[in-house]
Protein backbone atom coordinates (compact mmCIF):
# COMPACT_ATOMS: atom_id res chain seq x y z
CA UNK A 1 0.00 0.00 0.00
CA UNK A 2 1.34 3.58 -0.77
CA UNK A 3 0.17 5.77 1.59
CA UNK A 4 -0.65 8.44 -1.07
CA UNK A 5 -4.05 6.40 -1.58
CA UNK A 6 -5.23 7.51 2.09
CA UNK A 7 -3.90 10.59 1.91
CA UNK A 8 -5.38 12.02 -1.60
CA UNK A 9 -8.95 11.21 0.03
CA UNK A 10 -8.79 12.93 3.11
CA UNK A 11 -8.35 16.62 4.09
CA UNK A 12 -6.89 16.92 7.76
CA UNK A 13 -4.27 14.71 8.58
CA UNK A 14 -2.66 13.94 12.30
CA UNK A 15 0.82 12.34 13.04
CA UNK A 16 1.90 11.15 16.43
CA UNK A 17 3.99 8.26 17.88
CA UNK A 18 4.43 7.10 21.78
CA UNK A 19 5.66 8.90 24.48
CA UNK A 20 8.80 9.56 25.78
CA UNK A 21 9.89 9.31 21.91
CA UNK A 22 13.19 7.73 20.48
CA UNK A 23 15.01 8.15 17.98
CA UNK A 24 12.79 5.72 15.31
CA UNK A 25 9.78 7.53 16.64
CA UNK A 26 11.12 11.11 15.94
CA UNK A 27 12.65 10.13 12.96
CA UNK A 28 9.64 8.45 11.61
CA UNK A 29 7.09 10.72 12.93
CA UNK A 30 8.85 13.71 11.46
CA UNK A 31 9.44 12.31 7.98
CA UNK A 32 6.37 11.72 7.15
CA UNK A 33 4.89 14.93 8.59
CA UNK A 34 7.56 16.49 6.12
CA UNK A 35 6.83 14.64 3.49
CA UNK A 36 2.92 15.57 3.71
CA UNK A 37 3.92 19.44 3.78
CA UNK A 38 6.28 19.13 1.09
CA UNK A 39 3.99 17.01 -1.26
CA UNK A 40 0.08 17.80 -0.23
CA UNK A 41 0.82 21.79 0.57
CA UNK A 42 -2.95 21.92 0.69
CA UNK A 43 -3.69 19.59 3.20
CA UNK A 44 -4.04 20.37 7.08
CA UNK A 45 -1.03 18.37 8.71
CA UNK A 46 -0.01 18.50 12.32
CA UNK A 47 2.31 16.24 14.05
CA UNK A 48 2.33 15.77 17.82
CA UNK A 49 5.50 14.83 19.86
CA UNK A 50 6.64 15.03 23.71
CA UNK A 51 10.21 17.20 23.65
CA UNK A 52 12.82 14.04 22.65
CA UNK A 53 15.69 17.10 23.84
CA UNK A 54 18.08 19.09 21.94
CA UNK A 55 19.81 15.90 19.99
CA UNK A 56 17.08 15.89 17.53
CA UNK A 57 17.33 19.75 16.49
CA UNK A 58 18.61 19.29 13.37
CA UNK A 59 15.19 17.89 11.58
CA UNK A 60 13.42 19.62 9.44
CA UNK A 61 10.03 20.71 10.85
CA UNK A 62 10.42 19.57 14.72
CA UNK A 63 10.15 22.97 16.08
CA UNK A 64 6.64 22.71 14.62
CA UNK A 65 5.78 19.49 16.67
CA UNK A 66 3.06 20.05 19.16
CA UNK A 67 2.98 18.57 22.56
CA UNK A 68 -0.32 18.89 23.88
CA UNK A 69 -3.64 17.29 23.23
CA UNK A 70 -6.68 18.51 21.79
CA UNK A 71 -9.58 16.53 22.71
CA UNK A 72 -11.89 19.40 20.61
CA UNK A 73 -10.73 18.49 17.26
CA UNK A 74 -11.26 15.58 14.79
CA UNK A 75 -9.26 14.35 12.01
CA UNK A 76 -9.90 12.70 8.69
CA UNK A 77 -6.73 10.52 9.37
CA UNK A 78 -4.85 9.96 11.70
CA UNK A 79 -1.19 8.23 11.23
CA UNK A 80 0.30 6.54 14.58
CA UNK A 81 3.71 5.36 14.26
CA UNK A 82 5.93 3.39 15.96
CA UNK A 83 3.30 2.64 19.01
CA UNK A 84 2.39 -0.70 19.66
CA UNK A 85 0.35 -0.06 22.79
CA UNK A 86 -2.79 2.55 23.43
CA UNK A 87 -1.44 3.57 26.57
CA UNK A 88 2.05 4.62 24.98
CA UNK A 89 -0.08 7.43 22.66
CA UNK A 90 2.40 10.40 23.30
CA UNK A 91 0.30 13.61 23.53
CA UNK A 92 -3.07 13.14 21.14
CA UNK A 93 -4.32 10.25 22.90
CA UNK A 94 -7.76 11.98 22.73
CA UNK A 95 -7.21 12.72 19.10
CA UNK A 96 -6.35 9.58 18.07
CA UNK A 97 -9.80 8.31 19.35
CA UNK A 98 -12.15 10.60 17.52
CA UNK A 99 -10.37 10.58 14.65
CA UNK A 100 -12.54 9.50 11.84
CA UNK A 101 -9.71 7.02 9.90
CA UNK A 102 -6.87 5.72 11.53
CA UNK A 103 -3.82 3.91 10.33
CA UNK A 104 -0.74 2.30 11.99
CA UNK A 105 2.67 2.58 10.80
CA UNK A 106 5.29 -0.16 13.58
CA UNK A 107 7.52 -2.79 13.53
CA UNK A 108 7.22 -4.03 17.10
CA UNK A 109 6.05 -7.75 17.28
CA UNK A 110 3.51 -7.08 20.29
CA UNK A 111 1.87 -4.80 18.22
CA UNK A 112 -1.62 -6.37 18.32
CA UNK A 113 -3.36 -3.69 15.84
CA UNK A 114 -4.29 -0.66 17.55
CA UNK A 115 -5.68 0.84 14.45
CA UNK A 116 -8.78 0.48 12.11
CA UNK A 117 -5.83 -0.36 9.15
CA UNK A 118 -2.22 -1.84 10.36
CA UNK A 119 0.81 -1.61 8.77
CA UNK A 120 2.98 -4.33 10.94
CA UNK A 121 5.87 -5.50 10.36
CA UNK A 122 7.77 -7.25 12.77
CA UNK A 123 11.20 -8.20 10.85
CA UNK A 124 11.57 -4.62 10.01
CA UNK A 125 14.58 -2.45 11.63
CA UNK A 126 12.37 0.23 12.32
CA UNK A 127 9.59 1.84 11.95
CA UNK A 128 11.04 4.64 9.74
CA UNK A 129 12.06 1.83 7.83
CA UNK A 130 8.73 0.40 7.20
CA UNK A 131 7.85 4.10 6.20
CA UNK A 132 9.93 4.74 3.55
CA UNK A 133 8.20 1.52 1.56
CA UNK A 134 5.10 2.99 1.83
CA UNK A 135 6.46 6.54 0.39
CA UNK A 136 7.04 7.14 -3.50
CA UNK A 137 11.21 7.59 -3.13
CA UNK A 138 11.27 10.00 -6.35
CA UNK A 139 9.25 12.62 -3.83
CA UNK A 140 11.62 12.33 -0.53
CA UNK A 141 13.33 14.94 -0.15
CA UNK A 142 16.73 15.54 1.73
CA UNK A 143 14.83 16.78 4.86
CA UNK A 144 12.84 14.02 5.05
CA UNK A 145 15.57 11.71 4.06
CA UNK A 146 16.80 13.01 7.17
CA UNK A 147 14.39 12.46 9.44
CA UNK A 148 13.81 8.65 8.39
CA UNK A 149 17.63 8.02 8.49
CA UNK A 150 17.98 9.20 11.81
CA UNK A 151 15.23 7.08 12.66
CA UNK A 152 16.86 3.83 10.70
CA UNK A 153 20.03 4.39 12.77
CA UNK A 154 18.63 4.67 16.18
CA UNK A 155 17.07 1.50 16.13
CA UNK A 156 19.31 -0.57 14.47
CA UNK A 157 21.88 0.97 16.58
CA UNK A 158 23.64 2.61 13.41
CA UNK A 159 22.69 -1.23 11.89
CA UNK A 160 24.40 -3.56 13.96
CA UNK A 161 21.67 -4.95 15.44
CA UNK A 162 20.46 -8.37 13.85
CA UNK A 163 17.02 -6.75 12.51
CA UNK A 164 19.45 -5.01 9.56
CA UNK A 165 18.95 -6.67 6.19
CA UNK A 166 20.60 -6.11 3.03
CA UNK A 167 16.96 -4.60 2.58
CA UNK A 168 17.57 -1.97 5.08
CA UNK A 169 21.49 -1.54 3.57
CA UNK A 170 19.50 -0.40 0.61
CA UNK A 171 17.03 1.95 1.70
CA UNK A 172 20.30 3.62 3.79
CA UNK A 173 21.64 3.84 0.40
CA UNK A 174 19.34 5.75 -1.38
CA UNK A 175 18.75 8.03 1.76
CA UNK A 176 22.25 9.20 1.03
CA UNK A 177 21.81 9.50 -2.50
CA UNK A 178 19.67 12.31 -1.57
CA UNK A 179 22.18 14.61 -0.03
CA UNK A 180 22.04 14.11 3.95
CA UNK A 181 25.22 14.63 5.91
CA UNK A 182 25.33 11.15 7.19
CA UNK A 183 28.11 11.33 9.42
CA UNK A 184 26.77 14.53 11.33
CA UNK A 185 23.64 12.30 11.63
CA UNK A 186 25.27 9.13 13.32
CA UNK A 187 27.67 11.76 15.33
CA UNK A 188 25.23 14.25 16.59
CA UNK A 189 22.12 12.15 16.46
CA UNK A 190 23.23 8.84 17.82
CA UNK A 191 26.87 8.80 19.62
CA UNK A 192 26.89 12.33 20.90
CA UNK A 193 26.38 13.04 24.85
CA UNK A 194 26.79 15.76 26.79
CA UNK A 195 28.92 16.26 29.71
CA UNK A 196 26.15 15.33 32.26
CA UNK A 197 25.12 12.25 30.06
CA UNK A 198 28.29 11.09 30.22
CA UNK A 199 28.37 11.39 34.01
CA UNK A 200 24.98 9.58 34.18
CA UNK A 201 25.99 6.35 32.30
CA UNK A 202 29.47 6.00 34.21
CA UNK A 203 27.50 6.30 37.50
CA UNK A 204 24.96 3.45 36.34
CA UNK A 205 28.23 1.31 34.66
CA UNK A 206 29.64 1.87 37.94
CA UNK A 207 26.68 0.82 40.41
CA UNK A 208 25.88 -1.96 37.96
CA UNK A 209 25.40 -5.42 39.35
CA UNK A 210 25.50 -8.92 37.80
CA UNK A 211 23.49 -12.42 38.44
CA UNK A 212 22.94 -15.67 36.98
CA UNK A 213 26.81 -16.15 36.79
CA UNK A 214 27.18 -13.17 35.01
CA UNK A 215 24.92 -13.92 32.26
CA UNK A 216 22.89 -10.36 33.39
CA UNK A 217 23.45 -7.32 34.76
CA UNK A 218 21.68 -4.67 36.06
CA UNK A 219 21.67 -0.85 37.31
CA UNK A 220 19.24 1.32 38.58
CA UNK A 221 19.07 5.11 38.30
CA UNK A 222 16.44 6.89 41.15
CA UNK A 223 14.60 10.17 40.55
CA UNK A 224 17.20 11.36 43.27
CA UNK A 225 20.60 10.61 41.11
CA UNK A 226 18.40 12.70 38.15
CA UNK A 227 18.48 15.83 40.10
CA UNK A 228 22.01 14.58 41.44
CA UNK A 229 23.83 14.54 37.85
CA UNK A 230 20.82 17.53 36.52
CA UNK A 231 19.75 14.78 33.41
CA UNK A 232 15.77 13.83 32.79
CA UNK A 233 14.64 10.42 31.34
CA UNK A 234 15.60 12.16 27.73
CA UNK A 235 19.32 11.38 28.79
CA UNK A 236 19.46 7.93 29.54
CA UNK A 237 20.08 6.73 26.30
CA UNK A 238 22.55 4.31 25.14
CA UNK A 239 22.92 3.13 28.98
CA UNK A 240 21.41 -0.19 28.90
CA UNK A 241 23.39 -0.96 25.12
CA UNK A 242 26.24 -0.11 26.89
CA UNK A 243 25.88 -2.74 29.87
CA UNK A 244 24.64 -4.90 27.09
CA UNK A 245 28.04 -4.75 25.34
CA UNK A 246 29.54 -6.26 29.62
CA UNK A 247 31.60 -9.28 28.25
CA UNK A 248 29.53 -12.25 29.25
CA UNK A 249 26.18 -10.40 29.47
CA UNK A 250 23.20 -12.20 27.39
CA UNK A 251 20.85 -9.82 28.77
CA UNK A 252 21.09 -5.96 30.11
CA UNK A 253 18.43 -4.37 32.62
CA UNK A 254 18.33 -0.69 33.41
CA UNK A 255 15.70 0.72 35.49
CA UNK A 256 14.55 4.15 36.19
CA UNK A 257 12.40 5.68 38.74
CA UNK A 258 9.77 7.41 37.07
CA UNK A 259 7.93 8.39 39.89
CA UNK A 260 8.16 6.56 43.80
CA UNK A 261 8.22 2.69 43.99
CA UNK A 262 7.61 2.99 40.05
CA UNK A 263 10.27 1.99 37.52
CA UNK A 264 10.72 2.19 33.48
CA UNK A 265 12.03 -1.13 32.67
CA UNK A 266 14.99 -1.68 29.34
CA UNK A 267 15.55 -5.06 28.55
CA UNK A 268 18.16 -5.80 25.84
CA UNK A 269 19.75 -9.36 24.68
CA UNK A 270 22.71 -10.76 22.70
CA UNK A 271 21.31 -13.50 20.85
CA UNK A 272 18.90 -16.32 22.17
CA UNK A 273 16.65 -14.77 24.92
CA UNK A 274 13.53 -12.99 24.33
CA UNK A 275 13.40 -10.04 26.06
CA UNK A 276 9.95 -9.30 24.39
CA UNK A 277 8.31 -12.20 26.41
CA UNK A 278 9.77 -11.10 29.88
CA UNK A 279 8.33 -7.50 28.97
CA UNK A 280 4.87 -8.84 28.26
CA UNK A 281 4.43 -10.48 31.04
CA UNK A 282 4.80 -7.31 33.20
CA UNK A 283 2.45 -5.40 30.33
CA UNK A 284 5.06 -4.58 28.17
CA UNK A 285 6.41 -5.74 24.81
CA UNK A 286 9.02 -4.18 22.03
CA UNK A 287 10.86 -6.77 20.57
CA UNK A 288 13.01 -10.16 20.39
CA UNK A 289 16.39 -8.33 21.78
CA UNK A 290 15.24 -5.18 22.92
CA UNK A 291 12.01 -4.43 24.97
CA UNK A 292 10.34 -2.58 27.89
CA UNK A 293 7.93 -2.37 30.54
CA UNK A 294 6.79 -0.51 33.23
CA UNK A 295 6.89 -1.99 36.85
CA UNK A 296 5.82 -1.16 40.58
CA UNK A 297 7.45 -1.94 43.69
CA UNK A 298 11.08 -1.39 45.15
CA UNK A 299 14.35 -1.58 43.12
CA UNK A 300 14.61 -5.25 45.07
CA UNK A 301 11.16 -6.47 44.06
CA UNK A 302 10.80 -5.48 41.11
CA UNK A 303 14.80 -7.30 39.94
CA UNK A 304 13.79 -10.64 41.87
CA UNK A 305 10.81 -10.24 39.72
CA UNK A 306 12.22 -9.72 36.46
CA UNK A 307 14.93 -12.68 37.55
CA UNK A 308 12.21 -15.23 38.00
CA UNK A 309 11.30 -14.31 34.50
CA UNK A 310 14.04 -14.57 32.89
CA UNK A 311 15.52 -17.59 34.65
CA UNK A 312 12.04 -19.20 33.00
CA UNK A 313 13.16 -17.80 29.40
CA UNK A 314 16.52 -18.95 29.84
CA UNK A 315 15.18 -22.29 30.48
CA UNK A 316 13.16 -22.36 27.47
CA UNK A 317 16.11 -21.77 25.14
CA UNK A 318 18.29 -24.35 26.48
CA UNK A 319 15.19 -27.20 26.40
Known amino acids: MKLSERIESVNSIAIAGHTRPDGDCVGSCMGLYNYLKENYPTKDVVVYLEDAGNGFAYINRIDEAIDKDDDEKQVDLFILLDTSDLS ?10 NAKTTICIDHHISNPGLAMENIIVPN ?8 FDLLDEDKISKETAEAIYTGIIHDSGVFKYASTSEHTMNIAGKLMSKGIDFQTIIDDGFYAKTYAQNQILGSALLESVRFFDGKCIFSVVT ?8 VTN ?17 CAIFLYEIEPLTYKVSLRSKKYLDVNKVAGYFGGG ?5 AGCICKGTTHDVINNLAERIELEFKCTTE
Open 88 to 97: RIGVANKLFA
Open 124 to 131: ASSTAEVL
Open 223 to 230: EREMEFFG
Open 234 to 250: KDLGGIVEQMRLTEGVE
Open 286 to 290: GHVRA
